[in-house]
């Protein structure tokens, strides 16, 4: 069992950023697994973001809604795998969670939540003013 542990939502004006991490804990660690970001707004379905392959510094796959403003980075060494959020805006605001896929590399259907096999329970990030 991969536990995954997201932190550094909170509340952000328009136009800022704000970076979230995915640390993994216990005995098992994310370095093997690709890995996802999706976020869910209020009254909304989970939405996938990107993934990043086990052997990918930063991520290539990202959804149209945040290509260009968010980045998929992550560090092995640290166990952990982060979202950079520039620009943001209100319709940005939810809750965003990590998830580990049953691969080590991303696949075509990286937005799906199907493809991934573990999950955190998520942070969350509002954008307003």
């Known amino acids: 069992q991969l536990h995954l542990v997201e932190s550094g939502g909170g509340l952000v004006q328009p136009g800022g950023s704000l970076s979230l991490s995915c640390v993994s804990t216990g005995p098992y660690t994310l370095d093997t697994y690709a890995i996802g970001w999706f976020r869910q707004a209020p009254g909304k379905e989970r939405e996938g973001l990107g993934c990043?392959?086990?052997?990918?510094?930063?991520?290539?796959d990202y959804a149209d809604s945040v290509k260009g403003r968010f980045t998929i980075s992550r560090d092995n060494g640290k166990k952990t795998v982060y979202l950079q959020m520039n620009s943001l805006k209100s319709e940005d605001t939810g809750i965003y969670y990590c998830a580990a896929a049953f691969r080590g590399y991303c696949s075509a259907l990286y937005v799906e939540q199907i493809e991934y096999r573990y999950w955190g329970q998520g942070t969350q990030v509002t954008v307003s003013s």
């Open positions: 990043i392959s086990r052997s990918d510094s930063t991520a290539d």
